[in-house]
């Protein structure tokens, strides 16, 4: 087993090497982690048995950590420095993790391709001048190109999912409160959700086993009991009973998804399983109340970035008054995407909009919530398809090129047509890597997603690391970087 030292160099050498191509990281702390390298080596050679001993992982750059900035990709939090830790930073840590440095993401997490970023886009390291998704491009980019084998991303319409689904890697968002949310960003607080990205499932697996948990700084961490997800991701489930959702399948997707739709339900009959068609009658609405539920929650949450307490302050003359210094410090530290997000969360929260508008979206979410509890066979609304998991689309394309969709947010937003409805309900998902697809001459990864009942990573281990197993999809490196 090489020690910390060894995988931090290691790392590092990589991100040196490679991140010129595809611009995932924004920082690099690479003194930070050597030292913390050999302090780990330290305890390890005391006898400390430490679960993540040297590994080295990359966080999103909405994620708080005293080493380094955290500007969320804006410039209205350029050079910003948290005073603490988040919980997820100070589990990883404790248990041997080394951060070697931020990496890229659309501002606030608004996005889907990781264009929308201060930084710059992050390229796809299949073809770096495609996206690599969003908003945790960044972090799907550092894991594909083999700069880290672990990044932290957060999922809050598809985040996680979408990303690690076109740059071909694992991507794992837990049950909303699963994690705990101390010291991420809020983007929708209600939505949002931090988990990781990986070459494999069992590291996914292992990763979670040590971020997740009850925090008492986050009021909506649950208090389930974990379980040994690790374990879990090695089994092989009988009577596995798998849900195709009907009419998922359609000329809406690229060719190459319903291709990987097929190949995987091929995947799972020759295992065993039964593949059954179960119906999610509100799913076409998932979209239309994703784009007002998150929307009016940013609104709310970006409200705190107003130039005066941290972040950017504009400049101001001597006889204008607050209310410029907060319309010049916000006009000038968010960009379009995030802007327009707000303008129409604040919309659709104002008076005599909010009953026709956010109102009603909450009881779209409701619904949308009760055809997964029928689907899935749990809660009041459970004694439909009893289904152990369902299998969908990821993304209904592969990446795209940079740029593309940088006139059309509405078909950017269309990206997150299979995504967003495991967001509204609140239940885990994973993304597994299921086969390439030849776009303009280059190989892209296309990936399927499993979703599973409500904090039961356990059983959605069990039949992602079945499905990896049997595919053989997973681990596949990247080869344009």
């Known amino acids: 087993m090489k020690s910390a030292r060894e995988q931090v160099a290691e ?30 080596d330290e305890r390890v050679a005391g006898g400390e048995d430490l679960p993540l001993a040297g590994m080295p992982i990359a966080v999103k750059d ?10 969320c990709a804006s410039r209205i939090l350029e050079g910003y420095r948290s005073p603490f830790d988040a919980t997820v930073v100070g ?57 880290v084998p672990v990044a932290l991303g957060t999922d809050t319409g598809g985040s996680i999912r979408q990303p690690a689904a076109m740059c071909g ?48 700084n986050d009021a909506t961490s649950s208090t389930r009991p974990l379980h040994d997800f690790v374990a879990a991701s090695r089994e092989t489930p009988w009577n596995l009973r798998v849900g195709v959702v009907r009419g998922w399948s359609s000329a809406k997707n690229h060719p190459a998804v319903d291709g990987a739709m097929e190949r995987a339900k091929g995947v799972f009959r020759a295992m065993g399983a039964e593949v059954v068609v179960v119906d999610l009658p509100h799913a076409e609405h998932a979209v239309s109340a994703y784009y007002i539920v998150a929307p009016a929650e940013a609104s709310s949450n970006l409200a705190r970035f107003d130039g005066v307490r941290y972040g950017r302050r504009a ?66 609304h459970g004694e439909g398809a009893r289904c152990d998991v369902l299998l969908l689309p990821t993304s209904p394309t592969p990446a795209y090129p940079i740029g593309e969709k940088g006139n059309d947010p509405v078909s950017e937003y269309l990206q997150d047509i299979y995504t967003v409805g495991v967001n509204l ?3 885990p998902a994973i993304s597994l890597p299921c086969g390439l ?12 997603q499993l979703v599973g009942r409500a904090f039961d990573e356990a059983g959605l281990l069990r039949a992602a690391g079945m499905f990896e197993r049997a595919s053989g999809f997973s681990g596949v490196s990247a080869p344009g970087v």
């Open 11 to 40: 790392a590092l050498a990589r991100i040196e090497e490679r991140n010129g191509a595809c611009n995932a990281f924004v920082e690099v702390y690479a003194e930070e982690a050597t030292t913390r390298a050999a302090a780990i």
């Open 62 to 71: 909405n994620i708080c950590t005293k080493v380094g900035k955290t500007t």
């Open 91 to 147: 589990r990883l840590e404790a248990a041997g993790a080394v951060i070697v440095g931020k990496v890229n993401m659309d501002e606030f997490g608004m996005g889907s391709g990781t264009e929308h970023s201060v930084y710059g886009p992050t390229g796809n390291p299949w073809d770096t001048t495609r996206v690599a998704g969003g908003s945790s491009g960044g972090s799907a980019a550092a894991v594909a190109a083999g700069m």
């Open 169 to 216: 890697v694992v991507g794992l968002k837990p049950t909303y409160g699963r994690v705990s949310r101390y010291g991420l960003v809020a983007f929708a607080s209600s939505l949002d959700q931090i988990g990781p990205l990986t070459r494999t499932v069992e590291e996914a697996a292992r990763v979670l086993g040590v971020i997740a948990g009850e925090d008492p």
């Open 315 to 380: 400049e101001v003359g001597a006889g204008e008054g607050l209310e410029a210094l907060y319309v010049r410090s916000r006009s000038e530290g968010f960009g379009a995407e995030v802007k327009r997000r707000i303008m129409l969360g604040t919309y659709a929260l104002s008076a005599g909009h909010c009953d026709e508008y956010y109102k009603t979206a909450l009881k779209v979410r409701r619904r949308i919530k009760e055809d997964y509890d029928t689907a899935l066979g749990t809660g009041e």
């Open 425 to 427: 309900a609140g239940l």
């Open 437 to 448: 697809a030849e776009v303009g001459g280059k190989e892209l990864p296309v990936g399927v």
